[in-house]
């Protein structure tokens, strides 16, 4: 069975933080790439962080350094933390996986959410 759980989702002042988290199972968890994606209100689902098992991590521009992504092993789970949040971070976020690309993130693949193997339901952020 191949999950992604999201969780740690809820409402903040701007300026205030939010640490997202996505327990996997073990499959998805040896995928080679594993991200975060958004979906705001009246957009397309878009790519926030992405880890690759490689080692190397990438960011969308508008994270501005504002948001850190993580693998915690021993927990089997991503993070995203994200500190000063604006209203314009409000949206669903997404944790999202795939084991074909052979360790990395390709960016082609980044800006489509839907080439992602695995999925999981989201968790929803307001920020006000």
């Known amino acids: 069975d191949v999950q992604l759980v999201e969780s740690g989702g809820g409402s903040v002042q701007a300026g205030g933080s939010l640490r997202l988290s996505c327990a996997a199972t073990?499959?998805?968890?040896?995928?080679?790439?594993m991200a975060w994606f958004r979906q705001t209100p009246g957009q397309e689902r878009e790519w926030v962080a992405a880890?690759?098992?490689?080692?190397?991590?990438n960011y969308a521009d508008f994270v501005g350094g504002r948001s850190t992504i993580a693998k915690d092993n021993a927990n089997r789970s991503l993070s995203l933390q994200m500190n000063s949040l604006k209203p314009e971070d409000t949206g669903m976020y997404y944790c999202?996986?795939?084991?074909?690309?052979?360790?990395?993130?390709?960016?082609?693949?980044?800006?489509?959410?839907?080439?992602?193997?695995?999925r999981g339901q989201g968790t929803q952020v307001t920020v006000s």
């Open positions: 999202q996986a795939d084991p074909t690309w052979g360790g990395r993130c390709p960016s082609q693949y980044l800006r489509v959410w839907a080439a992602f193997a695995y």
């Open positions: 073990p499959v998805a968890f040896k995928s080679g790439c």
């Open positions: 880890l690759a098992s490689e080692g190397n991590t």
